[in-house]
Structure formats: structure tokens, C-alpha cells
């Protein structure tokens, strides 16, 4: 590297250093003779890492990464382990990172660690023409065919007021960027006896969902694609409660000029986020 040059590899060679101190969570990466790590340099590291047993918000307290700099300095007789250290500093927070411009589209301070939903079920409208692909009309609205794909699933942590259901769809689907999303049918939350699973709506306001976005996921500059991911905020708590799922609705237009294939009954997905958008739960 080159003190002109501030981008660098902490490469993995005979010349340059190697992790083989690394323990536990602790991972190290100790220079070889004659290497340095200028000021100002940038370093990006990829790690590996099991995630722990239980959930963990990016918020949470013991969710703090940290970095430390150890060297001998400039006198090459000083044997002292470790040689002098900065103090250890922490990644810049989640709620700092949101200040940086274009910040929590590429960075976040933490990484969360979600519950996985108990009993997710997508279950197609019940048209025959919600099989069927948009389609060979002269107009957009005569080639659409739209359908309302209902949704089921159990919570597995509380989620709390104003916070979001996430559902993404296979890429060729299309939610629209002002996304509709409402209850089921009465029927559907009817109550039927104690031993029986019970079934309830997503609270907002007046009984409604509060509101719905479309989103492109992943999103790609520039390209044109379809909103395939729609984010429903909902007003009031998704709680957890033996024996409670929870079911609701969203309209979606199916693919057009796009042939079938078995990868579509796979990649609906659904994610339970918080109001700052952090992640409580989702689907494999």
C-alpha cells in the first residue's frame, strides 16, 4: 500500500499478515514485518459469523461492535504484548448512520437478529383467473389481471404500534407504488370455539391498514422493474397470543409475457419490522 493510495486489502499471504489469532468473538488480524496500516485508510472486512440463539435488535444494549488498533510503534524494542493501543471505539450507531446522507441504504450501525414467522401461508384469490398471467390486450387495464393474495401468519415476538408487514413477491409480480391492502372477509375472523385457532386482522385506524407502499426489491438504479414488494404500516400491535394468527389481503397484478416456473411458489416472502424499520421477524 501507499501512503498516497488510501484504499488496501488486509490480504491473507505470506508477505502481508493473517487472522490466526482470531478466538471466539474476537477476531484478529495481526501485519507481518515491514506492513502498516496508514491513517486515513479505508478497510472493508467480510466476516463470517453464527448468529445467536435468540432474537436481538439492532437497538439492543449488548448489540455494539467494536474496533481497537494495537502496534509496537516506532521502537522496535518494545515487547510489550499488545504494544501501545487506541481505546476500543464503537461502529457508529444506527440513529447516527440515519443522518448520513444516503447512510441506512448502505450501512447500519448493528445487525439484527430476527425471529422466524410461525405458519406462513400465501394463499392465491379464489378466481380461476388468479392462475392466469396478464396478458394480450390492446390496453394495460384489458392484459391486467389483478388478484387478492391472502396472507396468514403467527407472530413469534411482539411487534409494537405503527410498525410494518413486509410482503416481497417473485420479481415479475407487481403490488403498484400505492399498494392496497385490507382485511379478509368476516367469515374468516368468526369465532369457533376455544380449542379452535382464532384468526384476526391487523389493527389501524377506523378498523383500516393504515397505509401501503410499493417498493422495487432488490432495488436496482435505473433498471425498470415492477413493485414487488409492498410494506404495510399497521397502527396498532401485532402481539403474540397462544393459539392467534393473523390473516389479511393485498392486491397484486400477476406477471405478464413471463413464463411459469416451480421458483414462484418459493420466493414469497413476508418480514414484521418495527416503526425505524427494524427487522422482528421473517420468513426463510
Known sequence: DYPDNRRGLLAVSQLDGDWARSMGQSCQYELYPYNRIYAGQVVYIEFDVINPTSPMRKDFIDNVWSIQLSSKG??????????????????????????????????QGSAAVINELVDPLFQPGESLKSFTRSCCGTSFSQRRTQQYMRVFFRPGVTVGQRG???????????????????????EY???????????????????????????????????????????IRVAGLI?????????????????????YNREMHSEWKMWLEDLNGYGFGGTR
Open 74 to 107: 516506532a521502537d522496535a524494542n518494545n515487547i510489550r504484548p499488545g504494544g501501545p493501543s487506541m481505546p476500543y471505539v464503537d461502529f457508529t450507531s444506527n440513529s447516527a448512520i440515519q443522518s448520513i446522507e444516503n447512510g441506512p441504504t448502505y450501512f
Open 164 to 186: 410494518y408487514v413486509v410482503v416481497d413477491a417473485p420479481s415479475a409480480f407487481n403490488f403498484g407504488r400505492d399498494c392496497v391492502a385490507k382485511e379478509l372477509p368476516s
Open 189 to 231: 375472523y368468526a369465532y369457533a370455539g376455544e380449542e379452535e385457532l382464532r384468526l384476526r386482522p391487523l389493527k389501524g385506524l377506523d378498523g383500516a391498514l393504515v397505509d401501503c407502499e410499493g417498493h422495487a426489491f432488490p432495488a436496482a438504479p435505473g433498471a425498470v422493474t415492477t413493485f414487488n414488494r409492498a410494506k
Open 239 to 259: 402481539d403474540v397470543i397462544e393459539g392467534v394468527h393473523y390473516g389479511f389481503m393485498v392486491l397484486v397484478s400477476n406477471p405478464a409475457g413471463v413464463t
